[in-house]
């Protein structure tokens, strides 16, 4: 009699945008991953980079512009998005329901996955194309190229956010 065991559960995500309200998609589900015992990676890249930077994640914004979901969610026409001030108000409330939600703010999520366990890591691409380098990147944040991750991907559960 032969026992099969089931490979651990992995979790790849990758972060390409850096708004306010893209910032916690991926924090969230590590976050989540981590809690069920699930191995989680966050692969950042182009503007999802923003989250990890040190000197951009506390003043991640909502975009206002093109953003469908503004209506909605702020009962303002979409128009109404190109007023100087909206991206901020909007950020402003966002915040304010996050608060509510008893979340934390991105840059102490993102301290609080890394202690968790969740790998972070800056898209090496992106970062040479944005002028940055690690030390630019939050604490516990490495630097890898894309096939690098797609190596550490092998086997996971990839969502693209």
Not at 93 to 102: A, C, G, H, P
Not at 109 to 121: L, P, R, S
Not at 140 to 152: K, P, R, Y
Request: proline share 6%; net charge negative; hydrophobic share 50%.
């Amino acid at each position: 009699m032969t026992m099969e065991t089931t490979p651990p559960r992995k979790l790849c995500l990758v972060a390409s945008k850096g708004s306010l309200d893209m910032a916690y998609p991926p924090l969230i589900l590590a976050n989540a991953a981590r809690m069920t015992g699930i191995e989680a990676h966050i692969f950042f890249t182009f503007w999802g980079l923003d989250i990890i930077t040190k000197s951009k994640m506390k003043g991640l914004n909502v975009a206002t512009v093109g953003n469908p979901n503004m209506h909605p969610w702020f009962h303002i026409p979409t128009i109404l998005g190109v007023l100087p001030g909206m991206s901020a108000a909007a950020s402003w409330m966002m915040r304010r329901e996050i608060d509510k939600l008893d979340f934390p703010p991105v840059d102490e999520f993102v301290e609080m996955v890394i202690d968790a366990g969740t790998c972070v890591y800056g898209c090496k691409m992106s970062m040479d194309m944005m002028k940055l380098n690690k030390d630019d990147l939050v604490e516990g944040a490495d630097v890898l190229g894309a096939m690098e991750f797609l190596e550490i991907a092998d086997g996971a559960q990839v969502m693209f956010i």
